[in-house]
């Protein structure tokens, strides 16, 4: 999907290759009928710019990427009827980004991280400011089940914990962006000790998801909303589902029933 990759590398873009992207994002309908010399133009680079991007978005052509734009844009998006406001905006949104993210899910590889899950020693995840949130609600999940979990937002302590990591533990590293150095350092670590690493991030070819050993990619956000209104859904949804296949892989009612019982002298 076009538009979702280009918010994808858009951080990894030169400053003149952004400019091209920012255009293809916000004119989309007008660039499927341009030539690659009329996209030039209206971006105010060169043409060698205008192919530059393309070949970053994976495509040989520019005839190609049109296409393929086109394509994309005639497919309907999911969007509630009525009067636009906050509220029906912000429901669009979140729908439409978790539909890009099913779209693109690699079923395959869900099922063998939540295999791996099941076979570590150990489960860390890694996050820092705002993503730290949805690394400690995963530790939870996880740790409801019996597996040694664990979350780190202490990037002194990610990389203390990483370097006594082995070969039968699993980093799990949470980054919006992909571009924290913190959280890309104890990932190198983790790495680097023998541990199975993971990212879940929208930062396409981003420093953390070429340092681990496999990445599973959210919805970007729009490079003109400011980084600290961005949301955590897509990175929310992916432990989520990694969290309903490792459950159905090995865990029954059975199991939950035992910790309703352990829960309820807990309540009023």
Request: aromatic share 10%; net charge neutral.
């Amino acid at each position: 999907m076009i538009i979702n990759k280009i918010k994808g590398i858009y951080n990894s873009l030169t400053k003149r290759e952004k400019k091209v992207a920012d255009y293809i994002i916000e004119r989309a309908p007008d660039v499927i009928h341009y030539s690659i010399t009329e996209l030039a133009n209206w971006s105010e680079v060169s043409e060698t710019t205008v192919y530059r991007v393309i070949k970053k978005l994976g495509f040989t052509g520019y005839q190609d990427f049109k296409i393929a734009l086109a394509k994309e844009l005639s497919e309907p998006s999911f969007k509630v009827t009525g009067e636009e406001d906050l509220f029906s905006n912000f429901h669009n949104k979140i729908c439409n980004s978790l539909n890009v993210i099913y779209k693109n899910l690699n079923k395959e590889l869900l099922n063998k991280i939540a295999d791996k899950i099941l076979q570590s020693e150990k489960l860390i995840f890694f996050a820092v400011g705002r993503s730290f949130p949805v690394a400690l609600d995963s530790s939870l999940k996880f740790a409801a089940l019996g597996l040694p979990a664990a979350a780190y937002s202490d990037p002194h302590m990610q990389v203390i914990v990483g370097a006594n990591l082995s070969e039968q533990d699993t980093v799990i590293s949470i980054s919006h962006s992909g571009y924290i150095r913190d959280v890309f350092k104890s990932t190198q670590i983790a790495k680097d000790a023998g541990a199975y690493t993971v990212a879940i991030t929208s930062g396409v070819d981003s420093p953390l998801s070429m340092v681990v050993h496999d990445v599973i990619y959210t919805t970007p956000s729009d490079p003109s909303e400011n980084e600290f209104t961005h949301d955590r859904i897509g990175e929310m949804y992916i432990i989520e589902l990694l969290y309903n296949i490792v459950v159905s892989k090995k865990f029954n009612d059975e199991h939950f029933d035992k910790l309703k019982d352990v829960i309820k002298p807990k309540k009023f």
